[in-house]
């Protein structure tokens, strides 16, 4: 089987529902899976000591969508001769930056997470509830990269990724996917042309999500996102908007492994510290970060 069919797919929002799992009031979703014991855990990860960034480099010329910046650079002042200072403005979500989505960015039929309606929660001046600022105590956790790439070439050209493919991957690294993991998942669409240059876009399909949620994973980043198109017309949007809006899973969108990727192969070990702090930005839908790996 490729993926769900529709209804399937659709049935998610409530066989992987996390919604009062952690209270009424929770805001942190899958983060939860991460204890202080698995914090000290994935301390142990740590082998040479070498950081790498995931993060993408950001520039004011239009990246993944055509007229939208990364960032908008204003220098307020230059003229001193002991200081300088500018101002940023970021577009937060989109192909431009790597980013944290916030539990409140995504619906489903008007539900968002946690079983609160989407009207419940919105206002003019933000998210009242499930605002990145929740995520601001940052995420400590063990890292654990499967290079779908190298290990599970027979995704490419389809460019949709399955279960079996995250759990044949991992059975090659020699990895063991646990509870409070982040998982970053590696297609190399850095290298790759969109599949038959159809304009699909590659990544997991709606039947990783099960997946996801079974090995309670805290958090999901990869170098690339969802399958799309998905093929639904409820459901555009199935990582997001089920991961998101029904399991309270973190995302972070496009990130840079080539590096990371690099340093895995070389030693083959594929799991490591992995700290993300996001800025504390009340009533925002999410923020930019700059993901640490410490291998």
Request: aromatic share 6%; charged share 20%; with cysteine.
């Amino acid at each position: 089987m490729d993926d769900l069919r529709e209804d399937e797919a659709f049935e998610l929002f409530r066989t992987c529902s996390n919604a009062d799992r952690w209270g009424a009031a929770d805001q942190k979703g899958t983060l939860n899976f991460i204890s202080a014991e698995s914090r000290r855990t994935a301390l142990q990860t740590v082998r040479t000591g070498e950081c790498v960034s995931l993060g993408a480099d950001v520039r004011t010329a239009a990246i993944a969508e055509p007229g939208t910046p990364g960032f908008e650079h204003d220098m307020l002042y230059s003229w001193s001769p002991i200081t300088c200072g500018d101002r940023i403005a970021f577009k937060v979500h989109g192909g431009a930056v790597t980013h944290i989505d916030a539990l409140g960015h995504e619906f489903l039929d008007g539900m968002a997470y946690n079983g609160r309606a989407s009207a419940d929660i919105l206002s003019r001046a933000g998210l009242e509830f499930a605002d990145v600022h929740a995520l601001g105590g940052g995420i400590v956790t063990r890292g654990v990269l499967l290079d779908l790439e190298e290990q599970v070439p027979q995704v490419w050209p389809q460019g949709r990724a399955l279960p079996r493919h995250l759990d044949e991957c991992a059975e090659r690294e020699g990895i063991d996917v646990r509870s409070g993991d982040a998982l970053i998942v590696h297609l190399g669409t850095q290298f790759h042309a969109p599949a038959g240059g159809s304009g699909v876009h590659p990544g997991l399909g709606a039947a990783c999500l099960p997946w996801l949620h079974a090995k309670q994973i805290s958090a999901y980043l990869g170098d690339c996102i969802e399958y799309l198109p998905s093929g639904y017309d409820r459901l555009p949007f199935p990582l997001h908007q089920i991961g998101i809006a029904a399991m309270g899973l973190v995302l972070v969108d496009n990130c840079r492994l080539d590096e990371l990727v690099g340093h895995c192969r070389e030693s083959r070990q594929y799991d490591f510290l992995l700290v993300i702090g996001p800025l504390r930005l009340k009533g925002a839908t999410g923020s930019p970060v700059n993901p640490l790996c410490i291998l």
